[in-house]
């Protein structure tokens, strides 16, 4: 029985144990495999990133960004430090308090905050590039901290640059004076927000990019697994800290056929570890030029204006941020509502219609099976084009296994030459979840051979056959202390031992070892040689698990 211990895992994590790991690393293994055989390669990306990578690419107004990120300054000069004695300086008698952290949900543009005597907060903002695109982002930081607390004033900006601002940012500071104000210390060095990775396709971007890997032949196919961290609310399927194998293709066209081969892949993989009531759902939520989702988003809008009242508060803010993920609602009194509103399909441009219609035909050439969801839409901004996710029996609720999508603008917007790029993530916990659930746990891990001795002459004996046995593979266990052979026994029962080799100081100076197979109660003689060359011949002709 497990007892309550002074220190436990943090809530949303869990520790992985045998024999469920066993489950884990085939699984891994698998992928491995059937990866290599689409011609991918591993990427081992870091687990933290600068915090913009992430925000630039999931968008700053996704769920992941806004609410679930785990994130904290990193390097530079102390900013919480020096800052607010410049600022008192410039300001001398209206400050009030400074250097106080302050949390808000998107530590990304909110490092400081000082407060000035009349409640207005001052909150630097840490952007290196300043556009319209940056002041948009002010305005609706603005707005959503005045909803978050209304209380206050809605607080006032501070861009800090270490070089004399460029003209422009002066102008513009000057143009929106209440909500903007610009300070200018030299040798400033603003702390970098790092986080703990969402999701990695935002980093293998990163990679191809730094790497220079356009240079090399096209398209670039790379998949990686490890952990990702998202603060979410945990429950059955939904974790903290969970695992992902995914996979990308970067660079090259965007032939259909490559959409409908990264489906054919991972449905390949599912196949081959078992997976049962696997459903893949897919759709194409078009590109982003005006005669394409950018018309259909507004048609979306429209009926969705006409129909607010009927909608619960999540999805009214939608319609103002992100009226796509309405559609993405799995409230029961809004289903209904959304079965009646406008289909992507719809209103997709000639071309990208076109593509839909080519990966749908590609994947029917390689046998694949799919549905076809008018509101799958994905949670994450950098999607174009085809979308898809699948699922299986088993996890309730949390049942998407995978998802996935064409990503083509992503590299550029990260810095990178103009890419198309398409790929998915697995759930990995999921997976296992859904596996152990229709019976394809992993047995518990037995010992091939457990060796009970007595005697110190047996000791030496044993040492040394462990270490033959194990190098020619056999999984064995060689007690640390001497066993009565009753008692020894036991233990090689309880481990799930096949065999137990039983070495007394007789067997050994006699050279004839007896080996007990302990499910049949039966026992043989072997000279050490021929008992190597029984084992491995047993092995072979048992059935591969
Ligand atoms: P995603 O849909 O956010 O996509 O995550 C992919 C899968 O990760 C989900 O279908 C789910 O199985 C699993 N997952 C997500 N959050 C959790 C959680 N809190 N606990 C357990 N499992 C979770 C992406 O991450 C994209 N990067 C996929 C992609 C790659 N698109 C293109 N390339």
Redesign the pocket.
Known sequence: MATKSKFQAIRGTRDLLPPETALWNHVDQTAHAVFGTFGFGEIRPPIFEETELFGSAIGAETD?ISKEMFSWPEGGTSVESELPKVWMLKHLGEFETANREYVFENRQQLDLVVRQSDQTLVVEFKRRTINQATIDDIRQYRRSFSERFPEQKPPKLLLVFAEEPSEFVRKLAAANEAEIEVLHVPGYETRESVSLR????ASVCRAYIEHGMQQLPQPVKLYYMGP?F?R?RPQK????Q???I???VLGGNDAPAIDAEVIEMVMTFFDRVGLSGVELNINSIGHNAPDCRPAYVQKLKAALELVKDKLGADSQRRIETNPLRVLDSKLDHEQAIIATLPRIADHLCAECAAHYAAVKRQLELRGVFFKENWRLV???D??MRTTF??TAKGIDS?N??????R?DGLVELLGGPPTK???????E???ILSLQESGKGAAPQGRDVYIAWMGEHAYAAAVHAAKDLRNAGFSVELPPTELKFGKALERADKLGSRYALILGDNEVSEGSWTLKTLAEGTQQKFTEPELLEFLKSAKASEPRS
Do not use: H, K, N, S
């Not at 998407?400 to 999508?405: L, R, S, T, Y």
């Not at 790029?421 to 759930?427: P, W």
């Open positions: 992941i969402p999701e990695a396709t990702m998202r979410e399927g939904r974790y903290r969970f695992y992902q995914g996979a990308e994905r949670g994450l950098y999607y996710e699948i949390q998407a296994v995978c998802g996935g999508g990503y790029g398409i790929g998915f993530a697995i759930g916990d999921r997976l």
